[in-house]
């Protein structure tokens, strides 16, 4: 039997690679705090 | 892990576990994407602002300027909405401009004719209105302030603010009906007019 995709319940979730990019941006990032402001640095 | 709460999750990334950030986001994923997929209904957009919306709160929560006032997911959302909104504003500025087409996306060159934006008379009557109505809502409750600042300024659903402030969707219903009488009466009793 055909299948009918209009039925099918869209799986509404951010991709794999979005979520690996952010976990991986987490790591890598440092924050230098000086008196003025606060810096958001890469650790790479 | 998964059975910590999202204060104790919070509270163990800044102190450096990073798998606690892993855990926030996968509990929150399907909710806050569905919140900022049906506000622009494209999947890949809605990737690139799930993504730019977490890269904000990593940086917020390593600087230490999160402050325990809500719920994360709500304060997750409030910042997604913020970033859709900047979106449309960005995208509002570069409208590509051709002369014939009404078949594509671009927008004819006629369209351009009626100026869309706001001059500077409007933009100075709609701050005007939104600081005479930040300034009446100081007369409501606290209960009713909050569901109109819920609805209207952060643009929750009936069903989000319910969940926010552990309310029925009937009672979260009733009480934005009242503050929005109450609103009237203070209108009519100051002879304010909030329409331009």
């Given at each position: 039997m055909k299948k009918n995709d209009s039925l099918k319940v869209k799986a509404l979730k951010p991709k794999k690679e979005t979520i690996e990019f952010l976990l991986n941006y987490s790591k890598s990032l440092e924050i230098v705090k000086t008196k003025a402001k606060n810096y958001p640095i890469s650790k790479n | 892990m998964k059975s910590k709460s999202d204060s104790l999750l919070i509270s163990l990334y800044q102190k450096g576990d990073e798998g606690a950030l892993s855990t926030l986001i996968h509990r929150h994923q399907r909710e806050l994407f569905t919140f900022i997929f049906y506000k622009i209904n494209d999947e890949d957009l809605a990737n690139d602002v799930f993504q730019d919306t977490f890269m904000k709160i990593i940086v917020m929560l390593k600087e230490g300027r999160?402050?325990?006032?809500?719920?994360f997911i709500l304060w997750a959302k409030r910042i997604a909405h913020n970033l859709i909104i900047d979106h449309f504003r960005a995208k509002s500025k570069n409208i590509k401009v051709s002369?014939?087409?009404?078949?594509?996306?671009e927008y004819s060159i006629?369209?351009?004719?009626?100026?869309?934006s706001e001059n500077i008379e409007d933009q100075l009557v709609t701050n005007q209105i939104q600081e005479d109505l930040l300034r009446m809502l100081q007369f409501l409750p606290q209960n009713q302030q909050e569901v109109i600042k819920l609805r209207f300024?952060?643009?929750?659903?009936f069903k989000e603010i319910a969940d926010h402030t552990d309310m029925s969707i009937n009672t979260t219903l009733g009480r934005v009906r009242y503050a929005l009488i109450n609103l009237r009466k203070i209108m009519e009793e100051n002879n304010i007019i909030l329409t331009r």
């Open positions: - | 999160y402050n325990e006032e809500g719920k002369e014939t087409t009404f078949e594509t996306d006629f369209d351009l004719l009626r100026e869309p300024f952060d643009g929750l659903s």
